[in-house]
């Protein structure tokens, strides 16, 4: 495949003024007519062809103003269409016909079929599956839609847009008109037909217009769209408050799907889901879920301004859109909910996602320069570390200097393609401020490490903090220059206060109250009138992404987790101390006894565990062990995976033990509530009795505990964590295999729930692991066709499985590499995106380093695989 570039970018020779379409859709295939209303950009060569992108396309007929074009002046492949002696100067319209068959479109892109339901995806390039065009997101248009197809098959017909004409025609079919005025890229268009059932409802914007809300689902399912209809009109009326943005058509719709290769899609007025971030109720939903749902429904809303209205002048610039509104889905969950325990879930999926991945050999910057498939670049880096710059900006900046440089963005950006550049410059122009060193966080890529020391002086009163920034060269090779690290910080006394000491810096950076800025490769602050030596809290609330080289005593770190004011670093005190803990210890050979954790570590978790002045949401947090693969990456090199797990079942059984009482007042205390309420405050509780239970099993060594909760649970959030227990600390007990076989029985009609049926087991630490996985391979509920099953068990199992996929022998290996080039033939975004597990294998021990090469290896080696799945092996191998 082509390797594309940013530094290649030119405008397109020929202006999109408008499209018209016409999609009749009928029993096996669909009939696609389109009119583009084109011009021939001033400048442009006279003689200049006009090149349209295509996939897997069958040109039907081609006419320009009306008149069929000769042969001589077009050719026509399935992957473009290149068309000659266009008019030199004016407007003129090209009709496109095309024959397409969503019925054997297995890679879910452009347009398919679900469960009977006719649907789009078109970002990114899906679009020129559907017909040839100038398939990029710089080439906006206004578009009419006309769908047509049979009224018992399809009696719901969706587009972009408002509703503008419906009616019927013969032979039992219907038509319905949609009118798109606002410029779009393709990768916005879309249209579903089908049989729905819709939860319908209406939200009055700020200025009093009426939309009307709809949330379309499978048949019988309208009412388990309730939580996402109203997780919908929280999100509109945030970004009113939070934004001063409106919506802007008179109709809102969402679709769930079956069938989806990601979370959702932002499509102008008409986006479309993954299903299973849409249908809920507690009996098949877990907390979990309900807060998956509130944050796509929000992230996808808020993608009208930050995607749709300003888009991407390329797909380079995909953080544009991708950054910035992850930054606005998190900060919507954190208006909604708790600030600190959202901010430490953000930071742990940025540990466990894209520090891996920037630290690795897919690593990349938060702005790419050139990628050769650009389903490939949906990263982690991209969204999250992207939105973490958005999050520096705002720091920098504080709350009224970064709404200043959103409001302008919207005001000069609005209907336009724009560029990181164009985005950075806003909050300049805004405040004044000069960001051209900040804005080499979007092209360095990589993880910055900062190094702190700290110098007590006792005579002078006087503690010295000494920062220093380093950033290697990685494997895409770009630059090493010092980045502008804002620094939130706090000195703690033994009271539990910040001190209000003067700081003096010497170096290279700002101090500006509780903000160290730092943008030199080194820094010194110096605090003078202390009265004794304080506690350094620094990187308060996760202020950059980075990794962070404290030398720190753990006596300090054990003070902090109890005094920090700020509640996000008494959490990283606590996650610190195990995580270094369990690295440690998973340096040591398989099998040395030596605890893993200290005594006074384990006493200062169970001290915030047991504190009940605290969240209970924020201490089933510190509860949460750090991951297997988060450990694996710390120790860096030689990993041995059973090494990890031992020493990580070893903490939790010494957890376990020395809290048992207070895991007992726990369990006691926070019974389950009479009614189930998905809020934030009883999730936490939840989530907390669970942890509860998680360590009191592992103490008493028997499960009777976790199947009297499966047995009695009234929701799901309880009966799945009882039998996840159940599954993954006692496979051979009594009762686990009968309550395995009881949520089969219960919940088999829900595909859904079914999901979680397989990941559970997927997940199940044990090297018999492989088998099991391989025997649900062929379970006849399992298909390669539905990409959240494949996620379910093969995702699950390369991904959330360290025992089961790196065992010794190779064969979780072979399974997952046989899968892989299976599904690769129907699916290659997904086969693509299991396969960045593989990346990781330079830090394992000699035996499995060498077969997770070699396993990539062969991968590489196969005929014919995807572009997708080939760059993803070839990177991952360099
Ligand atoms: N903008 C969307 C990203 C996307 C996607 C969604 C579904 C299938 C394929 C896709 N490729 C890219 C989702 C989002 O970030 O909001
Ligand atoms: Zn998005």
């Not at 003689?47 to 000769?70: K, Q, R």
């Not at 050769?372 to 991209?382: D, G, K, M, P, Q």
């Not at 062990?625 to 710390?634: F, K, L, S, V």
Request: hydrophobic share 40%; proline share 5%.
């Amino acid at each position: 495949g082509q390797t594309v570039k940013l530094a290649d970018y030119q405008p397109t020779d020929f202006i999109l003024r408008g499209v018209k379409m016409t999609l009749m859709l009928f029993e096996g295939y669909a009939d696609v007519s389109t009119r583009l209303t084109l011009e021939r950009r001033q400048g442009v060569l006279a003689d200049a062809p006009l090149n349209l992108d295509g996939d897997e396309l069958v040109l039907e007929s081609i006419a320009v103003d009306g008149l069929t074009l000769e042969p001589s002046r077009y050719e026509a492949t399935p992957e473009s269409l290149k068309v000659t002696g266009l008019p030199e100067v004016g407007p003129f319209e090209l009709a496109i016909e095309t024959r397409i068959v969503p019925e054997q479109n297995s890679k879910l892109m452009g347009l398919y079929r679900s469960n009977g339901i006719w649907c789009t995806q078109c970002e990114a390039e899906g679009f020129r599956r559907i017909t040839y065009f100038l398939d990029r997101p710089d080439v906006l248009a206004p578009y009419l839609v006309r769908i047509e197809a049979d009224k018992a098959a399809a009696p719901v017909l969706l587009s972009n847009g408002n509703p503008v004409d419906s009616g019927d025609l013969e032979g039992g079919r219907h038509y319905a008109v949609w009118d798109d005025p606002f410029n779009k890229p393709s990768y916005l268009f879309a249209v579903v037909a089908g049989d729905l059932d819709l939860l319908p409802d209406e939200f009055v914007t700020m200025s009093g217009r009426t939309v009307t809300l709809g949330i379309y689902t499978e048949k019988g399912r309208a009412a388990q769209a309730a939580y996402a209809m109203d997780a919908l009109k929280r999100s509109m009326a945030w970004d009113e408050r939070r934004f001063g943005r409106e919506y802007d058509l008179d109709v809102f719709n969402v679709v769930a799907i079956a069938d989806f290769n990601m979370g959702a899609m932002e499509n102008k007025g008409l986006n479309v889901f993954n299903h299973k971030y849409v249908l809920l109720d507690p009996d098949i939903a877990t907390d979990t879920d309900y807060a998956g749902v509130e944050t796509v429904i929000a992230h996808e809303y808020f993608h009208n301004w930050t995607g749709n209205r300003i888009t991407c002048r390329d797909w380079f610039q995909l953080c544009l859109k991708e950054g910035l509104t992850v930054y606005r889905d998190q900060e919507f969950s954190a208006d909604e909910r708790e600030r600190t325990v959202q901010r430490i879930g953000s930071v742990r999926r940025l540990k466990a996602h894209q520090f891996p991945e920037d630290q690795g050999p897919l690593q990349h910057p938060v702005r790419p320069s050139e990628y050769r498939e650009i389903n490939n670049f949906y990263t982690a880096t991209v969204y999250d570390k992207g939105a973490e710059l958005v999050r520096m900006i705002a720091t920098l900046l504080g709350e009224a200097g970064f709404r200043a440089g959103m409001d302008l963005y919207f005001d000069r950006h609005d209907g336009e393609a724009a560029t990181i550049e164009a985005f950075v410059a806003c909050f300049e122009d805004a405040t004044g401020t000069d960001l051209s060193q900040f804005a080499l966080w979007y092209s360095q890529a990589g993880t910055p490490t900062l190094t702190v020391t700290e110098q007590w002086d006792a005579d002078q009163r006087r503690h010295a903090v000494t920062l220093r920034q380093s950033l290697s060269k990685g494997a895409a090779g770009t630059g090493t220059e010092p980045m502008v690290l804002p620094l939130r910080f706090g000195l703690v006394g033994g009271n539990g206060e910040d001190s209000d000491a003067e700081g003096h810096v010497t170096g290279g950076a700002e101090l500006k109250d509780d903000l160290i800025v730092l943008n030199g490769t080194e820094a010194t602050v110096t605090f003078t009138g202390l009265a004794d030596r304080p506690y350094l809290s620094v990187l308060r609330d996760f202020s950059a992404p980075v990794t962070l080289a404290h030398e720190q005593s753990e006596a300090a770190r054990i003070a902090l987790a109890r005094l920090d004011p700020n509640l996000f670093n008494r959490w990283r005190a606590l996650d610190d101390l195990l995580a270094n803990g369990l690295t440690e210890a998973g340096r040591r050979p398989l099998g040395d006894a030596t605890p893993p954790l200290g005594a006074p570590v384990i006493e200062a978790l169970l001290a915030s565990a047991g504190d009940d002045s605290l969240d209970p949401a924020f201490r089933a947090q510190a509860l949460a062990m750090p991951g297997e693969a988060d450990i694996a990456r710390q120790i860096a090199e030689n990993v041995d995976p059973d090494r990890v797990h031992e020493v990580v079942e070893a903490a939790r059984l010494a957890i376990g033990t020395k809290g048992l009482a207070i895991f007992e007042r726990l369990r006691g205390s926070l019974a389950p509530d009479a009614a189930f309420s998905p809020d934030a405050a009883s999730a936490g509780r939840r989530a907390l009795a669970n942890a509860a239970l998680g360590y009191l099993s592992a103490a008493r060594g028997e499960p009777s505990d976790a199947l009297a909760q499966y047995e009695t649970a009234g929701n799901m959030t309880d009966r799945l964590g009882a039998l996840a227990i159940l599954v993954h600390r006692f496979p051979g007990a009594e009762g686990t295999e009968a309550a395995l076989g009881d949520f089969y029985r219960r919940f088999e009609a829900d595909d859904l729930v079914l999901d979680k049926w397989f990941a559970l087991q997927a997940a199940a630490p044990y090297h018999g692991a492989v088998e099991t996985v391989a025997r649900l391979a062929e379970h006849p509920r399992f298909t390669m066709r539905n990409p959240n099953r494949v996620r379910a068990l093969v995702g699950t199992f390369a991904a959330g499985n360290q025992v089961g996929f790196h065992r010794a022998d190779g064969a979780g290996y072979h399974f997952v590499a046989d899968k892989l080039a299976e599904l690769d033939r129907i699916n290659p975004q997904i086969a693509a995106r299991i396969a960045t597990t593989f990346r990781a294998w330079r830090s394992f021990e000699a035996s499995r380093r060498t077969k997770l090469a070699e396993t990539l290896r062969q991968l590489s080696e196969i005929k014919g695989l995807s572009k997708d799945l080939q760059d993803i092996v070839d990177r991952s191998l360099k």
